[in-house]
């Protein structure tokens, strides 16, 4: 029931910037956390940046200072602010949400959307 629609990836050369977007759809009781992992070819998936229902945030030192994600709880979308760019940012970006519904956890992926960055 619940869905994640990611937009925003693409192409830009280093020291570029994106925005990439998330919305969440469907039976959502309670939002614990959303965030952004990242898997690059032959690597595993890494956490990007969290954003928890608080407000908190964290984010992997390889994008702190570069990234921000922020959210906007009425259209349950999530966001995260890509800057200054580097080549080894160039993986599929997932969106995550998890959620506690009928005394539950679920844990939710987007489909992945692609990021390269150019040298």
């Known amino acids: 029931q619940v869905q994640l629609v990611e937009s925003g990836g693409g192409l830009v050369q280093a020291g570029g910037s994106l925005r990439l977007s998330c919305a969440a759809s469907?039976?959502?009781?309670?939002?614990?956390?959303m965030g952004w992992y990242r898997q690059a070819p032959g690597k595993q998936r890494e956490l990007v940046a969290v954003i928890s229902s608080g407000g908190s945030t964290n984010y992997a030192d390889s994008v702190k200072g570069r990234f921000t994600i922020s959210r906007d709880n009425a259209k349950i979308t999530v966001y995260l602010q890509m800057n200054s760019l580097k080549p080894e940012d160039t993986a599929v970006y997932y969106c995550n949400l998890i959620a506690s519904m009928w005394g539950s956890k679920y844990d939710y992926w987007g489909q992945g959307t692609q990021v390269t960055v150019s040298s």
């Open positions: 469907g039976s959502i009781f309670s939002i614990d956390a």
